[in-house]
């Protein structure tokens, strides 16, 4: 019985490395395959029929140079990567889900799932890399690839979800969830879960979340359509999350402005010309200087905040071009 665990183990062994040769090289003879792998042309010949049954495409070359090669086909087997490309590939998909480049959530989940079988000498190679990359400041709030792995790995686990959240005022709570959906809107994430202290959905930033360690609980998820989640979430958002609301008129048709903001906010057609705009934000200043980023003329219909923030803009403008009118009038009448 021992033996024959030990040849189980040996070829299963012998097809991994079988594998791993395949995804290296476009072409490889019979004879070198036997030959790297230690058997005879015949044992290769029943190898590369395994990988076939386990749904590996090895496509075969007859004649006596005969060989194989690893083909695509119709599923996505298994992949095995050595350690570099291990770290290569953890980075990578981490720098892409804040990318904004539409495929945010997909490289969370296949991020989650390949740190989940990471040694840890390859994690701490990964969490290296990440600590010793610098990147230029811009608008986007640093995310924390840590916090949101673990909140899809949540997901797609269907498992609870416990963690510290801290709310827009700065105070501090302990939430208990079941995790249904990420969602990313501009250079934030936010996550769909069911609260199960308020028995209701309710939207959290993801990076206002501190995660406590896996519940190993697991839950059934409710059915909920993406267009249902996204509307919800944004609805939620736009009505609560933020700390300052506002409603402007804008100048310009709804379906001009729903092009140029790029992300989806209450937007309402007064007539052909004009358009009411609901939406919010925790910097009253970066959605004044935002909103002028429309080039058209803005009215604030509610929000004081927002008001003040565009006088304080406009203060800026009129110092900032009387400065340079003053420089422009001293270079044309010098002394």
């Not at 070829?11 to 072409?27: G, H, I, P, Y």
């Not at 998909?93 to 997909?106: F, Q």
């Not at 939207?203 to 360690?213: K, L």
């Amino acid at each position: 019985m021992t033996g024959k665990i030990e040849n189980m183990l040996e070829t299963s062994a012998r097809l991994l490395e079988l594998l791993s040769l395949l995804q290296v090289k476009r072409d490889w003879t019979s004879a070198e395959l036997a030959d790297r792998l230690g058997v005879s042309t015949r044992t290769v010949r029943a190898d590369v029929g395994k990988l076939r049954s386990l749904g590996y495409p090895v496509d075969a070359r007859p004649g006596v140079a005969g060989g194989y090669r690893l083909a695509a086909g119709t599923a996505m087997p298994p992949l095995l990567l050595d350690d570099d490309e291990a770290v290569a590939v953890a980075v990578g998909l981490g720098a892409v889900a804040t990318r904004g480049l539409g495929v945010e959530e997909t490289s969370l989940t296949a991020l989650a799932k390949l740190e989940q079988v990471l040694p840890s000498r390859l994690r701490r190679r990964v969490e290296a890399v990440r600590e010793a990359t610098s990147v230029v400041p811009g608008i986007e709030p640093s995310l924390d690839l840590a916090v949101l792995g673990a909140v899809a790995a949540a997901i797609r686990g269907h498992e609870r979800l416990r963690f510290g959240y801290t709310k827009p005022g700065g105070s501090e709570a302990a939430r208990r969830t079941e995790p249904q959906r990420l969602v990313s809107w501009g250079a934030l994430w936010y996550l769909l879960a069911w609260d199960l202290d308020r028995d209701d959905w309710r939207v959290f930033r993801v990076d206002r979340m501190t995660p406590h360690p896996p519940t190993g609980a697991r839950f059934r998820p409710r059915v909920i359509s993406e267009d249902t989640v996204v509307e919800y979430v944004v609805r939620r958002i736009v009505r609560g999350a933020w700390t300052y609301r506002a409603r402007v008129l804008v100048h310009a048709p709804a379906a001009d402005v729903a092009a140029k903001i790029q992300v989806p906010v209450d937007i309402e057609a007064v007539d052909e010309s004009t358009c009411r705009v609901e939406l919010g934000s925790d910097d009253p200043d970066g959605l004044a200087l935002w909103l002028t980023r429309l080039g058209v003329d803005v009215e604030v219909i509610e929000g004081d905040e927002l008001a003040a923030a565009f006088e304080r803009l406009a203060t800026r403008f009129r110092r900032a071009a009387g400065t340079a009118a003053r420089r422009e009038s001293g270079r044309s009448h010098p002394s």
